[in-house]
């Protein structure tokens, strides 16, 4: 058993000074005195003069030295410390210890300490101050440098503050993150994994095993070199826990524990700075898809329930640009600025359903799928799927002049949520009512309107919000179920206006085709649904359809 000097400072390959009895040194920076720590700026040529007696080191600063020496936390001039104790110069620790060649194995700790919040926040005996410069780069460093060489900056920084032999970094099934080790590189860091089950019981709370004690010659312990280990587990959200272990030799009970304190302080903050990156991840993924005000509530939410595959009400959107195919066909250089153009199109056609809650949920080349009420129940979502069409086209003439859409909207039963396959997924809706509002949105080509609405939106609108007109009811091909369809605009319209029009819908669905066309050529050419019943009248009064229903039935999809 010997009494040494353990010199630690921040990167640096801790240097061991033997200590007799009755020895007096000089330590500095350079070789002018007895013990020189080079790696130490702040540091004079001559700085300490050090002294061993009964067992108790006596430390003093000369005369000369430019920079001060803190004993627990305090600027002194001298001072008399014992086995475990330290002080500091600059950003180095200079910890007085006794070393003793451990024996064999033996995992029963003489001390075992888990350490609570009121312990955790409590005044610590060692130097907070320099601990301190230290944790506050620690933030810094976990955001510039890669995860790899972050947590190995964590176990430097883990070993070099609690003095530690080695520290060592993983994920509770024993993938390696980061290590730090002043012995040998051949020799094998075993962990107690009565430790390590003990730190996951009690994370986040650190947890210490000593198998020596300051009254009693050191015996035998897990490894040689160390005699005491402290270990904390970190659960990241969603990921494999982490655990932090740092063991070493030498040490008061309360240094011990004031080392376990900060292990539990670090493990806290890198874990606590990874959720922060994997919720900024998350959020990000969830930006593709959802508002600011849909994502808050996600992440406020106390689970992701509202998130898994369901069968809820939705009013689903197709939304399409007329003739982009056609645009496109050209020289490679005209189809990269159409490329251009079409992103701020789109920038400004998600802004316009973001900012009525929707959802969008598929780029579909020059289309978009989006929907309302899904993840979280919205009362008005039909009204805000009305007024973000509105919307839609009015962006659209702002940001491309010239360029025209169709939108259809339809609510109903859907199946909303995460699909895909494992690698690979997105938030989704499913079901008849999706098929069917983009067969809607199909039909505003023939009816050369931007935006129709099924009876079933067109029923649910808040008087007042947008203006409906009813267009008729139509059967797209191949489906089975008939859609009655109405326009929308802004509110209000033409009451005379709408009058004639009624009246030229009502006669047309009777198939008075003489009195609709009639009624219908009064109003003006801008009027597209009225031109386009025209137009079926004047068909139909030349070929009269078999069994006339009221039903205009589409060839087309």
Not at 360 to 380: E, H, K, M, T
Request: glycine content about 8%; some cysteine.
């Amino acid at each position: 058993m010997k009494s040494v000097l353990e010199v630690a400072g921040p990167g640096e390959k801790p240097l061991n000074f033997d200590l007799g009895e009755n020895l007096t040194v000089i330590l500095g920076r350079t070789e002018e005195s007895d013990w020189v720590v080079p790696f130490e700026r702040y540091l004079s040529r001559r700085h300490l003069e050090l002294h061993m007696k009964a067992g108790k080191l006596h430390v003093k600063r000369l005369t000369g030295a430019t920079n001060p020496v803190f004993y627990k936390g305090k600027e002194i001039e001298a001072f008399v410390i014992e086995t475990g104790e330290q002080f500091v110069v600059g950003k180095t620790r200079f910890m007085f210890n006794v070393k003793t060649k451990q024996s064999e194995q033996d995992d029963s700790p003489l001390l075992r300490y888990s350490m609570q919040e009121p312990a955790a926040f409590s005044k610590s005996l060692m130097s907070d101050r320099l601990r301190l410069l230290d944790l506050l780069e620690l933030p810094e460093i976990l955001r510039l440098k890669s995860t790899s060489e972050s947590f190995t900056h964590v176990a430097s920084m883990l070993r070099t503050l609690t003095n530690g032999t080695w520290s060592r970094i993983s994920e509770s099934n024993g993938k390696l993150l980061g290590l730090d080790s002043v012995l040998d590189g051949n020799s094998e860091l075993k962990m107690s994994n009565a430790l390590i089950e003990e730190a996951l019981k009690q994370a986040p709370h650190p947890t210490l095993y000593c198998w020596s004690t300051p009254q009693e010659s050191l015996k035998a312990t897990v490894q040689e070199g160390t005699d005491w280990a402290i270990c904390a587990a970190y659960q990241v959200p969603g990921e494999v826990p982490l655990i932090f272990y740092v063991a070493g030799q030498g040490g008061s009970e309360q240094a011990l524990k004031d080392h376990c304190r900060l292990v539990g302080l670090i493990a806290d903050m890198v874990g606590r700075s990874l959720t922060v990156s994997r919720l900024e991840g998350f959020k990000k993924r969830l930006e593709r898809f959802f508002s600011g005000a849909i994502i808050s509530k996600i992440i406020e939410a106390p689970d992701t329930k509202d998130l898994e595959p369901r069968m809820t009400e939705g009013t689903v959107m197709f939304f399409d640009i007329r003739g982009f195919s056609r645009l496109i066909e050209g020289k490679s250089e005209d189809i990269l600025s159409h490329m251009r153009q079409l992103k701020e199109v789109m920038t400004a056609l998600t802004e316009e359903i973001f900012k009525e809650n929707g959802v969008v949920l598929q780029f579909l080349g020059d289309g978009i799928l989006a929907c309302w009420n899904v993840p979280f129940a919205d009362p008005d979502h039909i009204n805000q799927a009305c007024r973000a069409a509105l919307g839609m086209v009015e962006s659209l003439g702002k940001v491309a002049p010239g360029w025209r859409c169709g939108i259809g909207i339809h609510t109903g039963e859907v199946i909303a949520g995460p699909m895909g396959a494992k690698q690979l997924f997105s938030y989704t809706v499913m079901g008849a009512v999706v098929n069917q509002a983009s067969r809607v949105e199909g039909i505003t080509k023939a009816v050369e309107v931007p935006i129709l609405i099924t009876k079933e939106v067109a029923d649910k609108i808040i008087p007042g919000t947008v203006a409906t007109r009813r267009v008729g009811k139509f059967q797209p091909a191949g489906m089975d179920t008939a859609l009655d369809l109405f326009s929308v605009t802004d509110p209000p319209a033409n009451k005379e206006h709408e009058a004639l029009y009624t009246l030229g819908l009502e006669a047309f669905e009777r198939g008075e085709w003489e009195k609709a066309y009639e009624l219908l050529d009064k109003l003006p050419p801008s009027d597209r649904p009225a031109r386009y019943l025209k137009s079926m009248a004047e068909m139909y009064r030349r070929k009269n359809p078999k069994d006339w229903k009221g039903l205009i039935e589409l060839s087309e999809k």
